[in-house]
C-alpha cells in the first residue's frame, strides 16, 4: 500500500497547488475590478456634491478613501463569501475526522471553542475602535501632502519649510500613534488565540493519555488527533476575522454625505 498511497498524497498536493493557484488568481483579478468600479462611482459622487460642500471637504480625506480604503473594501466584499463558505467546510470536514478518532477528546476541543471566542470578540471590539480612529488619521495626512506638495513653491518663497514639515511631522505622529494602538489590539488578537490553541495541548495529551493507559485509545489515534485538532481553529479564525475584523477596517468615518 506504500507506492498507491505515495501516489494519493502526492496527487492531493497538486490539486491544492493548482486550485490554490487559481483561488489566487480569480481573487486578486476580482478585486483589480471591485476597485476599479468603486473608485470610479467614488468619483460620480464627488462630481454631483454641492459646490459648497466639496470646497469645505478635504481633498487628501477623499484621496484616502480612493485609494486605501477601497482597496480594504475590494479585499472584503471580493473574499468574504468563499472564505467562508471553504472554511465552514473546513470546519465541518476537520469536526468529523476527530470525532472519527474520538468523541470524548472532540467534546474537549469544543468545551474550549467559547474561551477562543471570547478572546476574538475581546480583541475585535478594539480592533473596530483603532482601525476607525487610524483611517482618521491617515487620512489626514494625506491632505497635509497634499496641501504642501501643491505649495511646495510659495513655502519655498517665503521660507516656510521647517514650519510646514512640524506641521506633517505632527500630522504623521497622530497617525504613528494610532497605528501603534492597532498594531497593539491586531497583535493582541494572534497571541490571545496562540494562547487557547497552546492550553489544548495539554488537554489532549492529558485526556488521551488516561485513555491510552485505560486501553480505550491507541498510542496512534491519540497522536493522530493531537496533529489534526490544531486545525480546527484556523477556518474559525478565519471565519470571524472575515466577518468582524474585515468589518472593522472597512467601517470608515465617512464625513460627506456621499
Request: positive net charge; proline residues 3%.
Amino acid at each position: 500500500m506504500l507506492l498507491p498511497s505515495i501516489l494519493v498524497y502526492v496527487s492531493v498536493v497538486v490539486g491544492q497547488v493548482i486550485l490554490a493557484f487559481f483561488e489566487n488568481y480569480y481573487a486578486m483579478a476580482s478585486m483589480a475590478d471591485v476597485t476599479k468600479n468603486e473608485q470610479l462611482v467614488l468619483y460620480d459622487k464627488v462630481q454631483k456634491v454641492s459646490y459648497s460642500h466639496s470646497s469645505n471637504s478635504q481633498s487628501g480625506d477623499l484621496l484616502a478613501r480612493t485609494t486605501s480604503d477601497i482597496d480594504e473594501i475590494a479585499n472584503f466584499f471580493v473574499l468574504t463569501k468563499p472564505v467562508t463558505i471553504l472554511n465552514i467546510c473546513n470546519v465541518i470536514l476537520i469536526l468529523v475526522v476527530l470525532f472519527t478518532f474520538s468523541w470524548q477528546l472532540s467534546l474537549l476541543i469544543l468545551a474550549t471553542i467559547p474561551l477562543y471566542y471570547w478572546t476574538l470578540n475581546f480583541f475585535n471590539k478594539r480592533l473596530l475602535t483603532t482601525s476607525k480612529e487610524e483611517r482618521k488619521e491617515y487620512s489626514k495626512v494625506m491632505e497635509s501632502l497634499r496641501e504642501k506638495m501643491e505649495g511646495i513653491s510659495i513655502i519655498r518663497l517665503f521660507a516656510k519649510e521647517q514650519f510646514f514639515h512640524k506641521k506633517l511631522e505632527n500630522d504623521t505622529e497622530n497617525w504613528r500613534k494610532e497605528k501603534r494602538k492597532y498594531s497593539w489590539a491586531y497583535t493582541g488578537l494572534d497571541q490571545g488565540i496562540i494562547f487557547v490553541i497552546t492550553i489544548t495541548t495539554p488537554l489532549i495529551i492529558g485526556l488521551g493519555g488516561y485513555m491510552v493507559m485505560n486501553n480505550t485509545l491507541t498510542i496512534g489515534t491519540l497522536m493522530a488527533f493531537y496533529s489534526f485538532s490544531s486545525w480546527l481553529y484556523n477556518p474559525l479564525r478565519m471565519i470571524t476575522r472575515y466577518a468582524d475584523t474585515g468589518t472593522a477596517r472597512c467601517s470608515c468615518p465617512w464625513r460627506s454625505p456621499l
